[in-house]
């Protein structure tokens, strides 16, 4: 046998900022356990910021001084619940010994490991590049009296001149990337607008706070077979997949990219082209989680971000999802009756239960098919060939034959259904 290589875990210590009325060690927990899911609500508070950082600089410390297993008892990074500027960074690097990761970049980091398509990958490095931008400065200082060898008083060093390249070639890598997201929009509104104008599609958007069940949702109700992961970000590509059994009108379900709180700006507008599926859509799915007690900032939080991004307006069904991760049955109930008083419109239910995914699945044909229409519609024996044309455009609810043909009883957009009455040559 031959030496086995034993994996060296990484051991990160938190810091955050404790706000009134919050326990420190429960926004503590509550931060590692969401991968950052929690920001605090106040303003940039450098005094409180430095409390908070030397709180995990003593962590971190103590860590190291440990008598725990020797490839796991130091700090090997230390996060921060909140965005910090460079030298804050560069100064808690110095107190501690190790790395400093805060908010932004530990998201951005999640990002950057699940992007999958081009677009994706382009539209995280221009928010990575964006980020590193100001952070060359603090590089450019570590330098020190070297960077400004003969560089006579008051001139730039050789540090800072090598910083400043290198931000020029960010601007330029940044600006490239910019032009190829807008072709891509381009590419991929046309495609768009000619699989509207071919199909007629109505269009369903998931929404949600990120790791509430969206994709366990899309998966439900398309039956394809989407990425489903118990993470953040687990999707960031946008996925469209036909409603099964389809429906009339064809109904697309978009997943979009989970929301979190304080996602930084810069990352709200690289995803904007996806985030725009939500703008476009007739209807949104607004997925909670039925399981998180802190449900209700998760509602703000997507209310929010879809404010900005222009679909407050779309109609949308909210849908309380991991009911069954609440507890026992009876735990289950009195969620459920509460969040229904609460929000009377609501449906509550389990991505994971065919009888739920149903109830959804009906309540999307309904919004869809409110301004359908019904007739009937007399096919003679001689053109049968073009019964297929009717079960592909409209819902076929009755089916009659006598001696001359066949009589439909359908229900579809009026354009559809009196486009089909003209063509067979009978009166609207």
Not at 192 to 210: D, F, I, K, N, W
Not at 292 to 300: M, T, V
Request: proline share 3%; aromatic share 4%; charged share 30%.
């Amino acid at each position: 046998m031959g030496n086995e290589v034993k994996e060296k875990s990484t051991r990160a210590i938190v810091a955050a900022v404790q706000l009134l009325g919050v326990s420190k060690r429960q926004e503590m927990r509550r931060f590692v356990e969401n991968e950052l899911e929690h920001a605090p609500d106040s303003d940039s508070d450098p005094g409180g910021m430095r409390r908070a950082a030397k709180s995990g600089a003593a962590r971190a410390k103590e860590a190291a001084q440990s008598a725990a297993d020797p490839d796991t008892r130091h700090a090997d990074i230390v996060l921060v619940d909140h965005e910090i500027s460079p030298s804050q960074a560069r100064n808690l690097e110095i107190e501690v010994g190790c790395e400093v990761m805060d908010r932004t970049m530990v998201i951005l980091e999640i990002f950057h490991r699940h992007a999958r398509s081009r677009a994706a990958r382009a539209q995280v490095e221009i928010a990575r590049l964006g980020y590193m931008a100001p952070r060359l400065r603090e590089a450019a200082k570590l330098a020190g009296p070297k960077g400004r060898q003969r560089s006579g008083t008051g001139g730039r060093g050789a540090g800072e001149a090598h910083s400043e390249l290198d931000r020029q070639k960010i601007r330029n890598r940044i600006a490239e990337l910019k032009e190829e997201i807008d072709a891509m929009d381009v590419e991929r509104k046309t495609q768009r607008a000619r699989r509207q104008e071919r199909q007629g599609l109505a269009r369903v958007a998931l929404v949600g706070y990120t790791n509430a069940g969206k994709s366990t949702l899309m998966r439900a109700l398309t039956g394809s077979e989407v990425l489903v992961a118990d993470k953040l970000f687990a999707t960031l590509d946008t996925t469209v997949r036909a409603l099964y059994p389809e429906s009339v009108p064809r109904v697309l379900v978009t997943d979009t990219v989970g929301f979190i709180k304080n996602l930084p700006h810069d990352l709200v507008a690289s995803f904007k082209s996806t985030l725009e599926e939500a703008v476009e859509a007739s209807l949104l799915i607004h997925v909670i989680d039925a399981s998180d007690p802190g449900f209700e900032r998760q509602i703000a939080v997507t209310d929010e971000v879809l404010r900005e991004i222009g679909a407050q307006a779309v109609p949308r069904i909210r849908v309380f999802n991991k009911i069954d991760c609440v507890g026992e049955a009876a735990a289950q109930r009195a969620r459920e009756a509460a969040l229904r008083a609460q929000y009377p419109e609501c449906m509550v239910m389990s991505a994971r239960r065919e009888a739920d995914i149903a109830k959804l699945h009906a309540a999307i044909r309904a919004f869809f098919q409110k301004g359908l229409i019904e007739a009937e519609i007399f096919l003679p024996w001689s053109a049968q060939q073009l019964r297929g044309e009717i079960f592909s455009s409209c819902e076929v609810l009755e089916e009659r034959a006598d001696g001359e043909g066949t009589f439909f009883r359908v229900r579809g957009e009026s354009d559809t259904v009196n486009g089909l009455r003209e063509q067979f040559g009978q009166a609207s």
